[in-house]
């Protein structure tokens, strides 16, 4: 069967997180072959990514309306009650490995489809895509082919947030630093320089400047300290092993930080150009300061005849239009399509709990009331374009 709980229970039974040798190679696969037998007249390509693996795209060549999903899952993690890859259901809700991030608003959007005629399908295009949870190479290897840029859709819902729309994001700056202090006695303090409290303390001062890379929009920037390890060692080039000892200050550090960014002004290289201030005011020599990550701002205009658009379909499909706010949500790679044209862009989905989680869930009602407000925003689309035609 084609509805959204008997897809959904496929899509979470093949595992599609990167790890130990599994990647999304098999459940995009399995949806190739189903849009083969359930939707022949839509059109299947793959894009191939240098290391085996391929995004799926589904639908018309230049779509109006294009869908975007990303298909790999966080690896399993502990406090599962329930096996992760086999739904359970339970109390009008789904449990289940990606079922609210993503699988269950693919599953909604693939019953869509199922549902709407032909010729409002033909209009239609569905972005499959892998490794959103890792190191956005999926949406990497789009905006490097420059899919979409030549004739860019009327229209982007990236399936990635829950039934409040989204219109924009915080960026994301990840970056790895490894420090080398000086090691002496820890009873006279001031004849080394500790690496681990000074590091602490660079990274105390820089989190309270970005404070002011504000935006109305977006909030505040935001650092997290998520790693810090340090400790005496004979070799900071190989710093594997770190002495316990409590009498010796300690002349290694490392750590690793990550900034919300809510602010275009604010860069990694500006980042690691007011780190690397810092630690030489604390005697600090930097072994080494890596850039993990330094992904840009969504700050989309307001674009009225789009929203009043979906505002319409909303009202047809029975659901509050109520945009979500971005100040509290997580990095979203659509921002990255976001760069390269100038369509509008909603983040829409049937969202869900536990993301990233045990446990994770998505109530049935919102997985079905996702699958009509795709058909919606789809029919009315192709309504209203027949209706300026005729």
């Not at 599609?16 to 059109?43: H, I, K, R």
């Not at 795209?57 to 690896?75: E, K, M, N, Q, S």
Request: glycine share 8%.
């Amino acid at each position: 069967m084609n509805d959204v709980i008997s897809l959904t229970e496929k899509l979470v039974a093949i595992a599609s997180y990167v790890d130990n040798g599994c990647d999304e190679t098999a459940v995009v696969a399995w949806l190739e072959q189903w849009f083969v037998t359930n939707l022949p007249d839509m059109e299947l390509t793959r894009q191939p990514l240098p290391d085996g693996r391929a995004n799926l795209y589904v639908g018309a060549p230049t779509p109006a309306v294009l869908f975007v999903g990303h298909i790999d899952t966080v690896p399993i993690s502990d406090g599962w009650q329930t096996p992760p890859l086999t739904l359970s259901r339970e109390r009008g809700r789904l449990y289940g490995l990606g079922v609210a991030d993503m699988k269950g608003s693919i599953a909604s959007l693939m019953v869509a489809l199922t549902r709407m005629s032909k010729s409002a399908r033909s209009t239609a295009g569905m972005l499959i895509y892998v490794d959103e949870e890792y190191r956005f190479a999926g949406m990497k290897q789009v905006i490097a082919d420059k899919l979409f840029v030549d004739q860019p859709p009327e229209l982007v819902i990236s399936l990635d947030g829950n039934l409040q729309p989204l219109m924009g994001c915080r960026g994301l700056i990840k970056i790895d630093i490894e420090v080398i202090g000086k090691s002496g006695h820890a009873s006279n303090p001031a004849n080394g320089v500790n690496a681990i409290t000074q590091l602490m303390e660079s990274l105390a001062s820089l989190e309270q400047q970005m404070t002011q890379y504000t935006s109305p929009e977006l909030g505040q920037t935001t650092m997290n300290i998520a790693y810090l390890r340090g400790g005496a060692t004979m070799d900071v080039d190989n710093p594997e092993i770190l002495q316990r000892s409590g009498n010796v200050i300690p002349n290694y550090a490392e750590g690793i930080i990550e900034l919300r960014v809510a602010d275009t002004r604010l860069t990694a290289q500006l980042v690691e150009t007011l780190l690397r201030q810092l630690l030489q005011e604390r005697d600090l020599e930097v072994k080494s300061i890596r850039v993990g990550a330094d992904l840009g701002v969504w700050n989309q205009t307001r674009d009225t005849v789009s929203e009043q658009f979906l505002k319409t379909c909303y009202t047809r499909a029975g659901i509050l239009w109520q945009p979500d706010d971005p100040r509290y949500r997580g990095y979203i790679d659509v921002q990255l399509l976001a760069e390269v044209i100038d369509s509008p862009i909603y983040v829409i989905g049937a969202g869900g709990d536990n993301r990233h989680g045990a446990n994770e869930s998505a109530a049935i009602s919102d997985l079905q009331v996702a699958a009509n407000l795709y058909q919606l925003i789809v029919e009315q689309w192709n309504k209203e374009n027949s209706d300026e035609k005729s």
